[in-house]
């Protein structure tokens, strides 16, 4: 959902994430605070009612966690996450942290067998070093679980292996390299896995060599290649930044990121809700692309990036006069997404100036912002040269200039006076045409002023009194909507998440479209929340079993020969006697995988009929999507 979609005014949400981003370019440790003070609130949400417990998990999620990874605060973006998944999913919650609990010994048996063979090499080398596992996160278990539909027994790589060693700056990406060859001796290495981020560290500082290994029983292992420096500044991020800071070889990444919020946050044009927007797209990206100038100099910009974007990444001029692009010695359109690897030549034009349309070829906050700040000063100079006619016009009629715009953006309903005069300036609205209903009248004190005639409308139809009628429950699934019956509420079920009753859920009220029924899982309940936390309200079921719900689930499986589609309808039509709205299958050398709509009545109901499809000898995996 974009920021802008729900409201057209600013959002309090967002004006107060503007401040607290204020704050950190003035003096990062006001938002240290501030992120501990949330991750405090975070640990103690058990006794709110649950409808704040929502929007303050929302609000984390969609800002305090992204930035605490760009700050390199990774323990504490871990924990924010962890904690955010506990409250909008506690079922996978739950049962992620009871299937860690019960293979933690296991896993514990496996690191030491991985690593015995590493440390002997290791201590023949006379390497100073620390070597431990590292489980990995709830969250980013059930992300991997989510995105690669796979069961929890079927992620591999529950947990990291990471190598530590004690060495000075000068010599540390030697020697972490000397220990990658010693793991790849011992274990067969995947190479495409292999991350180099010693070479190219990530835009927020962060330093490693990562490589994926098979170990013992064929279990596919990442082991994670670090100095003590690089490791400190992983863990604390922006924290450890002054202990180390003149020791690295590359550039203060913190200060030349800061300095790019400093660009958007001065931006005089754009709303809150704009400028959150451009502060997520430009600065909490996870992902990376490096491109280079025609003098070979490196740059990096989010993954996603344009060509466009790149000429704004390199100034705003360059931005505002790119007239032509070339990628590769190659003419490219400007919306070109980039690639690693890629030269990139801007060619200006002092002719040339930003368009709308260029706000859908870029991708970062920079080059949106700049783009919009330019058709906002276009729109302001075209303003003026409509103000500039008008002004003449009633000048020369000798009526005052202030009520008169008073009274036509009343007569026309625009917005604002800028918008009057945009519109005469093109064209949309001509003064001749405005002076077909508009005279000149004068006042009681003989001043001279407009006023409109006034077009004749029909009489109204007399409508015949109606009886009144009782209202009558249409089916509709009942609710509470802040503890009251809903049906006072005008109030629609949301279809990007379709909720079933059963499902833990909040009402949100749109501009236009009443409430919406969202689960509180939905993929766009973060921003919703995040954003318009004033606009969620607390909703709950009312237990009626004459409602049906529309469901979708995606099954995977063994195409074992004719019979696959007949067997999975007859589990769920004829067994479980749940009617299907739809149903999509399609197989590919011995595998299939399908998309199905049921009509069930609640949760119960559903689970039911995953389990039960789960059952089935030729089923992999049984998924609710949205």
Known sequence: ?????????????????RKVLGTLVEDVRVVLIKMADRLHNMRTLGSMPRHKQLKIAAETSYVYA?????LGLYNIKTEYLDL???ITDPENYQEIAQKLSETKRSREEYIKEFIAPLKDNLDDIGAHYEIFGRPKSIYSIWNKIRTKRVPFEEIYDLFAVRIVVDVTPEKEKLVCWQVYSIVTDVHTPIPERLKDWITTPKSNGYESLHTTVIGPKGRYVEVQIRSN????????????????KGLSRHPDVYERWLDSVREILEDPNSDAVEFLGDFKSNNLFNEEVFVYTPKGDMRILPKGATALDFAFHIHTDVGYYCSAIKVNNKMVPMGYKLRNGDQVQITTNKNQKPSEDWIKMVATGKARSKIRSAMKEERRRKGEIGREALERKLGNLKVDFDRSVEQLVSQYEFPSHADLYYAIAMGELTIPEIFKTAKVDFDKDGQRHLSFVEEEKPA???????????????GKPRLLINGEPAEQFNYTFATCCNPV????IFAYLTANAGLKIHRATCPNATNLMAHYGYRVMKAEWITTADTTFVAALKITGIDDGPGVIERLTHKISTMLGLNIRSFNIEGNEGYYEGRISLLVRNTDQLNMAIRALQNLSNVSTVVRID
């Open 460 to 474: 109204p139809v007399e409508e015949k009194p109606r009886r009144e009628r009782k209202p009558k429950f249409t």
């Open 501 to 504: 009753q059963g499902d833990d």
């Open 1 to 17: 959902t974009k920021l802008d979609s729900a409201y057209n005014a600013e959002s309090p949400q967002a004006e107060n994430f």
């Open 66 to 70: 992204p930035l605490a990874h760009r």
């Open 229 to 244: 420096r690089m490791d400190e500044i992983a863990e604390r991020g922006y924290a450890a930044h002054w202990k180390y």
């Open 84 to 86: 955010c998944m506990k």
